[in-house]
């Protein structure tokens, strides 16, 4: 099941990688996340890997994933190791003056499930879904109010 | 033995009518034949005896083989990549007709051997035991080791071979400690048939009936208790009785094993007795809560007493079964 959600961030898309690509702000604005943690040496950065579950349903499903693509400030892609086979990418672009259209795009399912997998795929949706939307508004209002506080941090030490 | 040449001449020398009607001896040539017919069927009753020995011994030897290798505990039956495929079958019951909810999985120690102790509900249905191996298995990954036991009859029966993929072995001290002596996370119901057939109005109560294995093989093991607390299961039909006095009176305790023969009103069925056929469980909200993990010879020292571990084992769930009862407003609806 691939699933997909944007939003317009009003503020340049430098600032909204410094913010998105620093896997220790996941937990900050990824809805539905119940355990996000480091495992092995590299704490960013491609090869990194977290121990990762969302609350879907009846259980908290996910499992190790690694950072597959980094290439700042556009694409920051990752992938399972174990545990449910998922796939995620963050899709930053430049949408006018200042503003970034950031793109989150979610590919989960378990090879070899047949019939029950495609149906609980299907019932998943909604709920993978809503986390994903609430997730990019969360981040959309953590960036702009970081921005504004930045902002109103650098005219105080201007006057 | 009579051989060919022998049988050739006594028929060449007459039949034994003649001799019968004259009620005299009959000649050697005679009883010489009858002996040799005499043989002849002794042989062929032999022969089929013999056949009969080994074709019941070759069915009851391949029975007992079938059924010993279903109770024995071979934990290489646990196969990961079947129960990964599985889960979202199991998923699916658990979320959509169960609305199952397992809280503080957190509490499991995240490696290393664990026993986990819990009540046990729903009749030989028992769906915590399937909303439980999903949730651990989704937290943990299936790569953790983790075993469950179960009631011989369970594993005899015609689901015996999926549920042994899943891990579960038969409930047996022996087993549990080959499962423990393999770092596995295992999970046992010392209250077994007995708590699982309580009555349904004894929904937030927990049961182990004295049984206290779970104390020694913790503590022969090393292994930290981890207790599992789940309400709903007995609102998955309307249990009576247990029916211990019937088991009791059909002698079910002693050759089966059964403690108990329940009664219960269950769809389709209705009123049944013995929880043996497939039935439809009512979708009751099921929630399970695992506790704080108990190091026991930390807590209680290095020779522990095994009926003061009990009691605060089965208190702890007691009082959490209490919460959870607390928190739900109606039956079947949670």
Do not use: C
């Amino acid at each position: 099941m691939r699933l997909n959600e944007s939003v317009v961030i009003s503020a340049p898309k430098q600032a909204v990688w410094d913010y998105a690509s620093n896997l220790d702000n996941f937990p900050h604005f990824m809805s539905g996340i119940t355990r996000w943690e480091v495992d092995g040496e590299r704490r960013s950065g491609l090869g990194a890997r977290r121990r990762m579950l969302i609350r879907a349903g009846s259980a908290e499903v996910g499992g190790l994933i690694e950072i597959v693509e980094w290439d700042e400030p556009d694409d920051l892609a990752w992938s399972s190791v174990t545990g449910v086979d998922q796939r995620g990418r963050l899709r930053l672009r430049d949408a006018g003056a200042a503003s970034t259209r950031i793109e989150l795009r979610y590919q989960y399912g378990v090879a070899g499930a047949g019939l029950a997998g495609w149906i609980s795929e299907h019932v998943a949706a909604r709920t993978i879904s809503g986390h994903l939307r609430r997730s990019l508004q969360q981040l959309k209002r953590l960036v702009e109010h970081e921005k504004l506080r930045v902002e109103a941090e650098l005219a105080t030490k201007s006057r | 033995m009579a051989d060919q040449g022998s049988l050739a001449q006594a028929s060449v020398n007459g039949g034994s009518e003649h001799a019968a009607a004259n009620g005299a001896e009959p000649p050697i040539t005679e009883r010489i034949r009858f002996d040799h017919l005499a043989d002849r069927v002794g042989q062929a009753t032999g022969q089929a005896v013999r056949l009969a020995q080994d074709v019941a011994g070759d069915v009851v030897g391949r029975v007992g083989r079938s059924l010993q290798r279903r109770l024995t505990a071979d934990l290489d039956d646990r196969d990961p990549d079947y129960i990964r495929e599985n889960l979202s079958l199991s998923w699916l019951v658990a979320s959509l007709w169960y609305r199952a909810e397992v809280r503080n999985l957190g509490n499991i120690p995240e490696r290393g051997r664990v026993l986990l102790v819990g009540n046990h509900t729903g009749g030989n249905l028992s769906p915590e035991t399937i909303i439980f191996t999903l949730a651990f298995s989704t937290y943990f990954g299936v790569e953790r080791r983790y075993h469950q036991l179960a009631h011989n009859l369970v594993l005899a029966s015609p689901l015996g071979p999926f549920l042994r993929r899943f891990g579960t072995v038969a409930a047996s001290h022996s087993n549990a400690r080959k499962a423990l002596e393999a770092d596995a996370a295992v999970l046992v119901f010392p209250g077994g048939d007995w708590e699982v057939h309580r009555p349904s109005w004894q929904s937030s109560r927990i049961d182990f009936a004295g049984r206290k294995g779970f104390v020694r093989l913790a503590l022969e093991e090393d292994a930290p208790i981890v207790p599992v607390v789940t309400i709903g299961g007995q609102e998955t039909a309307l249990w009576l009785d247990r029916g211990a006095w019937l088991a009791s009176l059909l002698r079910l305790d002693k050759t089966m094993r059964l403690k108990v023969l329940p009664i219960l009103v269950a769809p389709p069925w209705g009123l049944t007795i013995g929880d043996f056929l497939p039935r439809i469980p009512l979708p009751a909200k099921m929630t399970t809560e695992v506790l704080p993990a108990i190091d026991v010879r930390e807590r209680f020292g290095p020779e522990p007493d095994a009926d003061v571990v009990y009691e605060y084992v089965t208190g702890q769930m007691q009082a959490t079964l209490d919460g959870l009862a607390a928190e739900r407003r109606f039956p079947v609806i949670g």
